[in-house]
Each structure stands twice: as structure tokens, then as C-alpha cells.
């Protein structure tokens, strides 16, 4: 022991560390794995080798877990890990918010997590034309699948003003199927 710390065996510390990986099914930040005992050699090691997905700068998936997935459950982790580095008060929008509720999306998912913030509640500015801020009012929020989403009649909403007429309108009918009341919308 020194001080207040007991020093682990090195093999000890190879067995811990394995067993946080062994045991990560959802996306997790570097400072998480930093937390644990990875240093960032061992983190660029793993990424190197594929052992590790990158989600996004500091996000990260196994990669055993990553290949199992479809396209939008790709997608959803993909947002999950972007919600993950963000502070409070994000949300899944749009496109992300459509795949998270499980409506119907025509062609493939967006390429970028599609996020929304309320103004007053974001403490860092939206750092990509992905993220946006607008108001974001409580009735309007949700969780859908685990992740912070926009509600469905505020998707519905969103698609209108952001997706072709097509694409909106088989979003606006799933969640009318659903029953949303049209006056919410």
C-alpha cells in the first residue's frame, strides 16, 4: 500500500480493465474508460486493432457489439454516444427522433446524429448544422428506446418543415396511426 492506495498487480489491473470491456453492450466516453484504468495508449491500441468502435471524438462501442447492429440501431448508438459527451438537455430530433420511436423512415438513416437543445439550457453552442437550438418546451420531450428524443407529435412536426413532402407525410400518417391527435399537430 502507498498512502490510501492499494497498488494493483498487473495482471490484477489487466483483469479488471477486461472485465469493464467484457461488460460495455452500450457506448461509453474516453474519460470513462480513462476512469477505469485505460491510459490512451491502451485506448488507441484498442482502436487500432478494432477491438473498439469510434461512435464519435470520444465516444466509443465495442466493436463485437457494433457489428451485430442494423443500420439504424447504428444509428441510435451513434446518438447515443453524441448525447453522451453533451451536457443535459439535448435531445434527438428529426430523422434520429424518427429511428429512436421506431416509425417508418424512408431510405437510410442520417448520416449525423440530428439533435436539438433549448437555448436557455445549453451551456456549450450547437457545434455542427446538426444540432440546432430552438424552443424545446416539456411536452415536447421524450425518451424513446433509452435516449432523450423529441416527442412523436414534435417529430412529426419536425420532419414536416425538414424532409421532403413524401418523407413527412409517412411520418406524420405513422404517428396519426399511433393516436396522436391531428391537433396536435
Known sequence: LTGKRAILRPMERIDRLHAWESAQVFPFSRAAAVE??????????????????????GAYVLTEF?????????????????????????????????IAHGLPYLGQPPG??????????????????????????????????????????????????????REAVVVADAVLRRGVPQEEL
Open 36 to 57: 477505469v484504468g485505460w491510459d490512451p495508449t491502451e485506448i488507441a491500441a484498442r482502436l487500432r486493432s478494432g477491438r473498439w468502435h469510434r461512435l464519435t471524438r
Open 66 to 98: 457494433w457489428d451485430t447492429l442494423d443500420p439504424g440501431d447504428q444509428h441510435l448508438c451513434v446518438v447515443a454516444g453524441r448525447l453522451l459527451l453533451l451536457k443535459a438537455g439535448w435531445h434527438a430530433a428529426r430523422g434520429s427522433a424518427v
Open 112 to 165: 449525423h446524429p440530428q439533435l436539438v437543445c433549448q437555448p436557455a439550457t445549453a451551456t456549450a453552442n450547437a457545434t455542427s448544422p446538426h444540432e440546432r437550438l430552438a424552443a424545446l418546451p416539456r411536452q415536447d420531450r421524450a425518451v424513446a428506446r433509452g435516449i432523450r428524443v423529441t416527442s412523436t407529435a414534435r417529430t412529426a412536426i419536425d420532419c414536416a418543415r425538414s424532409m421532403t413532402m
